[in-house]
């Protein structure tokens, strides 16, 4: 397939994934102008808009600010004002927008995958072995998610199903002593990234603080600039109990990016705006579909234009 049929299919999954986000918003903002100026009273009614909208008080009062600056006190069509909360949008999207690249030397480039059961956590790591590959890079698998033999089971299937190698142990295994064998593998074999999975329980923050700070003091040993990277993978259709994980993670893992996933089953897609306002970390890629080729680094500009309902 050519990188333009390629982007073109994946600007379609864009358009499908956030359908629904799109309506929402289009449905909220409907009636909030017209051929009245835009006045204090109007502003008030599209800041609400997007606060139910799941874009969050933070990023819907930048907008409306935004808004009140270069618009205050002239006719405004609805048209006119989604091209202008698109481009606020785009605004707080564009500094998130960063690909995951694979950087480090020595090899390999070690990613610990965080996330709460059911967050999509062990297709997304597939996934993203998946983009790597097809960026010529060397993948290598890890099962660090003991806990449940579902998890390490589910990415056994995954690995053999995009060709990479899987490092794992038995369930209830100690967590900190696969990553060693893994990275010690990984570095023998030269893989380029080292993908791990690790333990999505937040029942017990202590405990699972623990267990990252084990994983951590192993990674140390072998590879002092490991991990390179801490991504969270948010369930899109929480809405905004994503922000309150981003928070609790943020504390206990040290994340330094996220990715945000089922954004094809939800009207909330718009908590993306709110993660990216409220803590500015990187979003890596966003997951619209359950196919291997659903997952990707996103453009900020479409993102934004279709959430707003203009593109």
Do not use: C
Not at 121 to 149: P, Q
Not at 207 to 221: C, F, N, Q, W
Not at 264 to 274: E, F, I, K, M, S
Request: charge should be negative; avoid cysteine.
């Amino acid at each position: 397939m050519s990188d333009a049929a390629d982007n073109t299919g994946w600007t379609d999954r864009v358009f499908g994934g956030f359908k629904k986000t799109s309506e929402r918003l289009s449905g909220n903002l409907a009636g909030t102008v017209g051929n009245t100026k835009l006045d204090d009273a109007t502003l008030d009614e599209v800041e609400d808009a997007l606060i139910v909208s799941d874009l969050g008080p933070s990023a819907a009062g930048r907008i409306r600010a935004k808004l009140a600056e270069k618009r205050f006190g002239s006719t405004i069509t609805e048209r006119e004002l989604k091209e202008a909360v698109a481009e606020e949008i785009a605004a707080i999207l564009r500094p998130v927008a960063k690909p995951l690249e694979v950087t480090a030397f020595p090899r390999p480039q070690v990613i610990l995958v965080i996330g709460v059961n059911g967050s999509g956590k062990t297709t997304t790591i597939a996934k993203l072995g998946h983009l790597f590959y097809e960026d010529d890079y060397e993948v290598m698998l890890a099962a660090g998610d003991t806990f449940r033999a579902a998890a390490i089971e589910q990415l056994a299937v995954w690995a053999d199903r995009i060709g990479a190698p899987l490092i794992r142990g038995p369930e209830g295994g100690d967590p900190a002593s696969i990553v060693f064998d893994a990275v010690k593998a990984a570095t023998d074999v030269g893989t380029d990234a080292l993908i791990v999975d690790t333990a999505g329980r937040l029942q017990n923050k202590r405990e699972l603080m623990d267990e990252l700070a084990k994983i951590r003091k192993v990674l140390g040993r072998l590879n002092p600039e490991a991990p390179h990277d801490v991504v969270l993978v948010l369930d899109a259709t929480n809405g905004q109990n994503a922000l309150g994980q981003i928070e609790i993670f943020r504390e206990v893992a040290g994340v330094t990016g996220l990715i945000m996933t089922k954004l094809d089953g939800t009207a909330r897609g718009g908590v993306l705006v709110a993660a990216a306002e409220q803590f500015g970390l990187p979003i890596h890629a966003i997951g619209v579909g359950e196919g291997m080729d659903d997952l990707r680094p996103f453009d900020p500009d479409l993102v934004a234009r279709v959430i707003a309902g203009v593109a």
